[in-house]
């Protein structure tokens, strides 16, 4: 059983000479990948180089899980992905340490990353919405019709045409007439369209 290094290089070279340190003397070989945000294994090249002299029984070893990816979590999706691929795993230090082969070993793990995942996305969604929000930004769709095309709407309704006909002349749809006349109705009457 061989093993085949992989070191993460970032703007820290302290940390890229630890990862050398330790696995230089174990490693039959040790690649160096630049860090990016890539977590795809097939969008990795260097990562691929990495794989290519894996045999069976060989192990693509790292100091970290961190040193997979970009974070801890991206670092336990490319371990996940890494093994969904046959490739197995040594990871030397932190409290995951130990040999990765098959998705089994870490089923529970697999459910909490993906909720953690699901989480952080949905914690940066509302946070970045926040902030858009106090910076004076409006988010959703932007409005079809303006105020001067909402006046011109109850007007052309007030005179008798149909949905239909009001949305053929401001060139919208028939959705958007009927919800411009049915937000701005002040007597909260359904509007329907006439005949």
């Known amino acids: 059983m ?70 801890m979590v991206d670092g336990w999706e490319v371990l996940i992905d890494l093994i969904e691929h046959g490739v197995a795993v040594r990871v030397l230090e932190g409290s995951d340490a130990g040999d990765y082969d098959e998705l089994t070993d870490i089923r529970e793990l697999v459910r909490d990353i993906t909720e953690l995942r699901r989480s952080i996305l949905s914690d940066r969604t509302e946070r970045g919405l926040h902030e858009a929000r106090e910076g004076g930004a409006v988010g959703g769709r932007p409005r079809v019709a303006d105020r001067a095309m909402r006046a011109a709407i109850f007007n052309q309704r007030d005179q008798g045409q149909t949905l239909r006909a009001i949305a053929q002349s401001f060139g919208v749809s028939i959705g958007t007439v009927h919800n411009v006349l049915k937000a701005e109705n002040p007597r909260g009457i359904i509007v329907t369209q006439r005949r």
Not at 6 to 26: F, K, M, S
Request: hydrophobic letters at 35%; one cysteine or more.
């Open 2 to 71: 061989a093993l085949i290094g992989l070191v993460r290089v970032t703007g820290d070279a302290r940390d890229v000479e630890r990862q050398h340190e330790v696995l230089n003397p174990i490693c039959a070989c040790v690649f160096e990948e630049e860090s990016s945000r890539r977590r795809r294994i097939e969008n990795r090249p260097q990562l691929l180089a990495a794989l290519e002299p894996l045999r069976t029984g060989d192990r693509l070893t790292v100091r970290r899980i961190r040193d997979l990816a970009q974070s």
